[in-house]
């Protein structure tokens, strides 16, 4: 991952701890719970936006070293794994 | 929400913070991105069980209450907001 | 289910029907395989809205009566039931 | 695509059909409205299970053929399209 990469994804990562922190607030405050779901989801949509990006980037870097190169091994490792996080994708 | 359903929803967000934070430092010590993205999974599948404690409670006890109560305006009400709970689920 | 609610589903149901013998169609046909994939999830989506209908009905006639009702067993078979269909939901 | 993977793609499609014909005799026949929400769901996994297998295959294929060519163009639309298989994939 180059380090832009990275930066995004860390930024992201403590966005989403904030919000983690503001929902425990919600709950200690006694917010209707309805409201406390839609930031739970919230959440989960902006962890789905770090998948997309994390995957992107493995796209671009892993799959395609892995799919030009002739160890197929590799190759059939790389697809393998991409064939799981499209099944458990489908799933959660 | 009783104390212990509040109680156990806000250890359950504690964890989830500490996840979050967890993968802070895989990206930040370069770990593989299929590993990340295992993690960021997770923490997607913890925040769905919470949103179902979340959910059970809010059947037992504000939509029975609204839907046994003679107010048409409060049934409706909710039985809409559950309604838009199960679409954007649904898509998410 | 009144009538309207029915016919409604029904005609939805022979609608996806239809677009399942097209996509049959497109695989005979040798179209592009990620052209194929855009009708299934099509399908997939119709048959979401489809269950959006049929949840919204529920709603608004067996939950509300098991609901209004003083028996404390139907009332918590209905609750479960819900649960369990929010549940599945998350994972399918 | 190869013949023994069109005809499995072909045969799945038909017992789709044949499920979708089966719900709508459920509704035609009052079923109990969760009982065929259950079916509605079990078509949607029957679906989730042919894209599956379309995607691996397009992956083992096309992708695979894209990646290791020279062309930098279709390479690009071959991950861009991967992207949003995933990204539509996340949100239905």
New interface residues.
């Given amino acids: ?1 180059d380090e832009t990469h ?1 930066q995004d ?2 930024n992201r ?2 966005t ?2 904030g919000h ?2 503001g ?2 607030r919600m ?2 405050e ?1 917010v209707y ?2 409201d ?2 839609k930031q ?2 919230a ?3 902006a ?2 936006r ?3 990006l ?7 870097t ?3 070293t892995a ?2 190169s002739d160890d197929d091994t590799e ?1 059939e490792r790389v ?1 393998h ?3 799981q ?8």
């Fill in positions: 991952m990275k994804l860390y990562l403590r989403i701890e983690v922190r929902v425990q709950v200690a006694d719970c309805m406390i779901l739970t989801r959440i989960q949509r962890l789905q770090l998948d997309s994390i995957l992107a980037n493995h796209l671009n892993c799959v395609t799919l030009r190759r697809l794994e991409l064939m996080v499209f099944d458990t994708n489908q799933r959660s």
